[in-house]
């Protein structure tokens, strides 16, 4: 008997109440109101169309990335895999194929934010080798205050 294995693939608008749901279900996950919207997702799809990524498991949706770039630096954004499929190496393989996607596009760094209360995301970050950053601070500019992050319980 063969044994099941994810399949890797570009994330597109049709895919968007899946991963929207999958956001929904992770426990601590911050969700914005107008950036994670339908319209939100499918304005940062449109402006990168081959970079954002999931992993699906007997036609399940299993795990996401948002990833993008400005035309020098990409980023990482909703990195997430579902709770039961964890531990399995697909965060890993979706990260790599997003990394490919934008070495394609001659992007040649990448950022991500972390929140420092995400013990989970923390661990997946350095066990991966990415560089934990000490000598920046992190600014934000708040332009729509409708724009608001709530958080899964």
């Given amino acids: ?3 099941k294995k994810p399949v890797f693939r570009v994330m597109t608008m049709e895919d968007f109440e899946e991963v929207h749901g999958l956001w929904m279900g992770i426990h601590g996950f911050g969700i914005r109101s107008m950036d994670d919207s339908r319209e939100g997702v499918e304005r940062f799809i449109r402006r990168n169309p081959d970079t954002s990524m999931v992993a699906v498991w007997d036609g399940e949706i299993v795990g996401a990335i948002l990833c993008g770039h400005d035309g020098r630096r990409g980023c990482l ?3 997430c895999v579902k709770e039961e499929f964890r531990k399995q190496g697909i965060g890993q393989r979706l990260v790599r194929e997003c990394l490919d996607a934008l070495k ?4 040649n760094k990448v950022n991500l934010v972390a929140f420092r209360t995400n ?5 997946f970050w350095q066990g991966l080798g990415w560089s934990f950053r000490e000598d920046l601070n992190y600014y934000e500019c708040v332009l729509n205050e409708e724009n608001v992050t709530r958080y899964n319980p």
């Fill in 77 to 79: 954004y909703h990195v």
């Fill in 1 to 3: 008997m063969e044994e």
């Fill in 119 to 123: 013990e989970v995301g923390n661990r």
């Fill in 104 to 107: 394609r596009e001659h992007i």
